[in-house]
């Protein structure tokens, strides 16, 4: 068993925004990890997409967008989203007061050599 408070998340800063790294794939025993994602008021993490990893994302705070293949596809605490290999994603945080979070799972990850930038 493992219990995590995720208001008590440690944030690191990452390329234009920061994550929180909740449980590990020695957690899972496999290649998933779960983090928290936090974009400050403004900020977007700009298009890119995975060529094995798999995410499934969650709003938790705040108001933004998710955008899949150039759809907003998730805006509030209700969406849940699963975005496939080759899936052209993006995350905006349409708020000026507070921080987008947003809870990620990543299977089949092989870590940030799979983050393929879109011109």
């Known amino acids: 068993?493992?219990?995590?408070?995720?208001?008590?998340?440690?944030?690191?800063?990452?390329?234009?925004?920061?994550?929180?790294?909740l449980l590990t794939e020695n957690d899972f025993k496999s290649d998933t990890k779960l983090q928290l994602m936090r974009l400050a008021p403004g900020q977007s993490i700009k298009p890119h997409h995975h060529n094995t990893r798999t995410e499934c994302f969650r709003i938790v705070s705040a108001e933004g967008q998710i955008k899949i293949n150039g759809d907003v596809v998730a805006q509030t605490e209700n969406d849940v989203v699963l975005c496939e290999p080759g899936d052209v994603h993006e995350f905006i945080n349409t708020s000026t007061k507070e921080a987008l979070t947003v809870l990620v799972v990543l299977t089949n990850d092989p870590g940030n050599q799979d983050m393929i930038w879109e011109q």
Do not use: Q, T
């Open 1 to 21: 068993m493992n219990y995590i408070n995720i208001l008590e998340s440690v944030f690191e800063a990452r390329d234009g925004y920061e994550r929180s790294v």
